[in-house]
């Protein structure tokens, strides 16, 4: 079994910054993509941003410049900072990895259980 633990969420001032961090741990033969997802109150849950094993990323529009995603495959871990936060980034904050681990054949998909991110105005 896998599973996902993120940690680094709480409330901070707009124009702050939080950091966020996930380790995945359990059977892993090897992971894949990782990336962070939020989901807002009344709105469907959306990418954040992603990075491949190698380290290439991707990022919405919306967190561009004010977001970075990072990893390390030696921990299992992959990171956000978030710097200039705003209002409208308040949302719990979901870690996901791609994952083959020892009960699958292929690569599965794999959650965290969510940390929430309060930005104040």
């Known amino acids: 079994q896998v599973r996902l633990v993120e940690s680094g969420g709480g409330l901070v001032r707009a124009g702050g910054s939080l950091s966020l961090s996930c380790a995945a741990s359990?059977?892993?033969?090897?992971?894949?993509?990782m990336g962070w997802y939020r989901q807002a109150p009344g709105n469907q849950r959306e990418l954040v941003a992603t990075?491949?094993?190698?380290?290439?990323?991707n990022y919405a529009d919306s967190v561009k410049g004010r977001f970075t995603i990072s990893r390390d495959n030696t921990k299992n871990t992959v990171y956000l900072q978030m710097t200039v936060l705003k209002p409208e980034d308040t949302a719990v904050y979901y870690c996901?990895?791609?994952?083959?681990?020892?009960?699958?054949?292929?690569?599965?998909?794999?959650w965290g259980q969510g940390t929430q991110v309060t930005v104040s105005s």
């Open positions: 996901k990895a791609v994952v083959h681990d020892t009960r699958h054949i292929s690569f599965s998909p794999y």
């Open positions: 359990g059977s892993i033969l090897s992971i894949g993509a």
């Open positions: 990075i491949t094993t190698g380290g290439d990323t």
